[in-house]
């Protein structure tokens, strides 16, 4: 019988953290036994926010040993970068002509990520609207010839005039050009965060779609915070199939139980992110003993004493999943453990077996030669696309689309 198909797929962006690992990675290792496991580098994805280029080279490859290094085994799973596969940006376009614009607007995690990096420094912003605005006032009060103002306002004429000289244009088309500037600054600055988002950002949910439903994939192991995403992927894929006939196969999530959404040890209402300005909410997979034991250390914690796992008590229910994921033991196990023990203890003994739980990995990483590793992603991109085109190829014949 031919083995049930996983897919899923992590962005080549930021410094991955221990939510990552134990709310997807984890289960990907254990999963690619029984399933036929697609592990995609996702660097398409990344660039829905800016990215630089050579970074983002750098770390989609380092992100491929981090997939090595938890032990996903490419002769079991096949492991590639989305770019290597043309007919995921293919399919993106014609699921972009099924997907509706009101169900992309209910896509929560496009409210967040546009608000946090839509935004302008507003620093700068009102720095340079500052200078426009004295050098535009003041050539309207030349006339009323303000003696405070008058040196300012001298220079500024000079500099008006050298620069009328240097584009060979007349002072009032300079004047002109900075009232424009002014005004079309002035429109940004009013436009909401989430009208500068990029267009990428918004129908990056199309994208995901894509790349699950390429695969006719069965099963999607991820963290709860792509719940709605992949909710989004089978409503697509039930909707094309109505219209055009049964075409993609309707993939089930695979969201832990325990893992799912590990929260940041600053702010436990938060989940622990990628993109988080603070670094001490996150344990980073490749954080060295000493950091990991001083952000566990800091972890905020809940009032009362007891070590359980609590809805009211998240700060310590979070570091207890930790713990739990990271030692495989029972809930019951880990709250038997630290039975009349206080914070301090608890602590210190959830940041060795943090330790101990990244030190193979953190090992493992380092092996994967540069030779080794373009085998390994050139060998998942051929076997990727030949699954890939067998669906790009029925959907276009559905749709009266080639030859
Ligand atoms: P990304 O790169 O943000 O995260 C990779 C995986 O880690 C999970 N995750 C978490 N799990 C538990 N606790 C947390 N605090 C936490 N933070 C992140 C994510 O749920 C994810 O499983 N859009 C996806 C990548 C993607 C994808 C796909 C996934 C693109 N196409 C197709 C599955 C199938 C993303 O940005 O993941």
Not at 325 to 338: I, Q, W, Y
């Amino acid at each position: 019988m031919q083995k049930k198909r996983i897919f899923s797929g992590a962005q080549p962006t930021g410094e991955l953290h221990i939510g990552n690992y134990l709310g997807a990675l984890k289960n990907w290792v254990a999963l690619q036994e029984e399933y036929d496991s697609i592990y995609c580098i996702v660097n398409l994805h990344a660039i829905t926010l800016p990215q630089d280029p050579k970074t983002l080279r750098q770390k989609t490859r380092d992100l491929a040993r981090i997939y090595l290094a938890a032990g996903v085994d490419p002769e079991k799973a096949t492991i590639f970068v989305q770019s290597d596969a043309p007919e995921h940006a293919e399919l993106t376009w014609v699921l972009s002509c099924v997907a509706r614009m009101g169900e992309l607007e209910r896509m929560t995690q496009f409210k967040d990520k546009s608000q946090k990096f839509g935004r302008r420094p507003i620093e700068a912003e009102k720095a340079h609207f500052e200078e426009i605005f004295v050098a535009a006032s003041e050539s309207n009060l030349e006339n009323t010839n303000p003696p405070h103002n008058r040196r300012s306002t001298a220079s500024f004429f000079q500099t008006l005039e050298t620069a009328a000289a240097a584009k060979g244009t007349s002072v009032s088309e300079v004047v002109q050009a900075v009232i424009d500037s002014l005004q079309s600054k002035r429109d940004e600055t009013r436009r909401s965060p989430a009208e500068r988002a990029s267009v990428g950002l918004f129908t990056y949910p199309v994208l995901m779609a894509a790349d699950i439903l390429l695969y006719q994939t069965d099963l999607v192991p991820v963290g709860q915070d792509q719940k709605q995403h992949l909710e989004l992927s089978r409503d697509l894929a039930e909707r094309f199939n109505r219209d055009f006939g049964v075409t993609f196969k309707i993939p089930e999530p695979y969201i832990p139980k325990a893992g799912a959404s590990i929260k940041s040890l600053q702010d436990p209402a938060k989940k622990m992110s990628k993109s988080d300005e603070n670094p001490a909410g996150s344990i980073f997979l490749l954080d060295d003993a000493d950091t990991i034991s001083k952000k566990i250390k800091r972890a905020v914690t809940d009032s009362g004493t007891e070590i359980t796992f609590d809805e009211t008590r998240p700060a310590i229910s979070n570091l207890l999943t930790i713990y739990q994921l990271v030692t495989s033991k029972s809930a019951e196990d880990c709250v038997a453990n630290f039975a009349g023990k206080g914070y301090g203890q608890f602590k210190g003994e959830l940041a060795d077996a943090v330790v101990e739980f990244l030190r193979p990995f953190q090992e493992r990483v380092k092996q994967f030669d540069d030779e080794t590793l373009t085998t390994i992603l050139k060998k998942g991109a051929e076997r990727a696309r030949s699954i890939a085109q067998t669906t790009l190829v029925d959907v276009y014949a559905k749709m009266g689309i080639g030859r």
